[in-house]
């Protein structure tokens, strides 16, 4: 009997240290990492602002690549939110929302999940250091509040680890991720990047290619652009719409190109479903009917020696708003191909981007 009675007592005394002692265990926990890169800040801030290249960079996809994603609200900014899904005990359930930003400075989340703890926060903040002030330092932190449950006190004991890791692990993921992006700030575009619904149509187009010297590659697409018109004239077509420039491979030395021109039949009503063509081919043309996709596009105007630094401004803002480009990228030349090579040009800028889910 006085044996279960020490027992009793002893029991009980580890029980009160343990509670002293968790009592005595912060009630809040912060853990942070810092990373850097050399992509403008603009880019960096983007990329997190909202979740359409979420699953590219948290650890949550390198734990478990079945782990399904939902997004809503919100495509970005304050209110943008993810779920997800897993089968893994790791992970389970779980979302991130976006509950304050400030443009440049700091994006914080909301997250929710089955670890202990409450009004858990992701704050990513960002600073522009170096000599130049060119390299962006990006510093991810964590905050929980655990209040007085004892064993989200404990739990906290292990939270540099059991959160930490995955923040070092989503952190190497989104430097990765950035390193993709052509190092161009795509916020010095007169027209901002977007998104739209380009129709099937009907092309001729004849490739080419040029020495990367202006006046030869002006040469060369004209050269083109009036074999283009000969066989429009001959088979009884209309052009509808200006001139354009797909572009095959900006070289170092070398510009290979298409010099394409969209067409209907004459008198067809404008914006109807193109109807396939039998055309007499002549030279270099050739006859493409395109199927309907989805292209980044933007407007520029002045000398086409710019163009090549705007398609890679495109890039980036595609990249990081979750928006992959695909086929070839191409320009009309809405002045005509001589304006073009002037600081009078006006072009529209496409860049075609990959169906959801295609590789």
């Not at 279960?4 to 002893?10: D, G, N, S, W, Y």
């Not at 779980?94 to 999940?113: D, F, R």
């Not at 429009?232 to 209309?238: A, F, S, W």
């Not at 081919?281 to 009917?289: A, I, R, T």
């Amino acid at each position: 009997m006085n044996r279960l009675l020490e027992l009793l007592i002893a029991m009980v005394l580890v029980a009160v240290i343990a509670i002293l002692f968790g009592l005595a265990l912060p009630s809040h926990r912060h853990v942070s990492h810092v990373t850097e890169t050399n992509r403008p800040l603009p880019v960096v801030f983007d990329m997190l602002d909202g979740f359409k290249r979420f699953k590219d960079w948290n650890a949550v996809h390198n734990i478990d690549p079945k782990t399904k994603f939902s997004l809503s609200g919100a495509d970005s900014d304050k209110g943008a939110r993810v779920d997800y899904s897993s089968m893994s005990k790791l992970i389970g359930d779980g979302s991130w929302q976006i509950a304050e930003t400030a443009p440049g400075e700091k994006i914080v989340y909301h997250l929710e999940n089955g670890d202990y703890g409450n009004d858990k926060k992701m704050t990513f903040s960002f600073r522009r250091v170096g000599n130049q002030k060119l390299t962006v330092e990006i510093t991810e932190s964590y905050d929980v509040d655990y209040g007085f449950n004892l064993f989200g006190r404990y739990a906290g004991l292990y939270v540099s680890r059991s959160v930490g890791d995955t923040m070092k692990t989503s952190l190497d993921n989104l430097n990765a991720l950035l390193a993709r992006i052509p190092k161009f700030d795509y916020t010095q575009l007169s027209v901002p990047p977007k998104v739209v619904d380009v129709p099937a149509e009907n092309l001729l187009f004849a490739p080419t290619t040029a020495k990367r010297a202006n006046d030869l590659v002006e040469s060369a697409m004209q050269t083109q652009e009036k074999w283009l018109h000969q066989v429009i004239d001959k088979n009884g077509l209309e052009a509808t719409g200006p001139v354009r420039i797909i572009t095959s491979n900006y070289g170092a030395d070398t510009y290979e190109f298409d010099v394409a021109i969209p067409v209907h039949k004459t008198g067809e009503a404008a914006g109807a479903a193109p109807s396939q063509l039998s055309v007499n081919l002549e030279g270099p043309v050739k006859y493409l009917q395109t199927k309907p996709s989805r292209a980044i596009t933007t407007s520029y105007s002045g000398h086409m020696a710019q163009l090549a630094a705007i398609r890679d401004m495109m890039k980036a803002w595609g990249v990081t708003h979750g928006e992959d480009v695909g086929d070839r990228p191409y320009e009309s030349y809405n002045k005509g191909i001589a304006a073009g090579f002037t600081e009078s040009g006006q072009f529209n800028l496409f860049w075609p981007v990959k169906a959801q889910g295609s590789k």
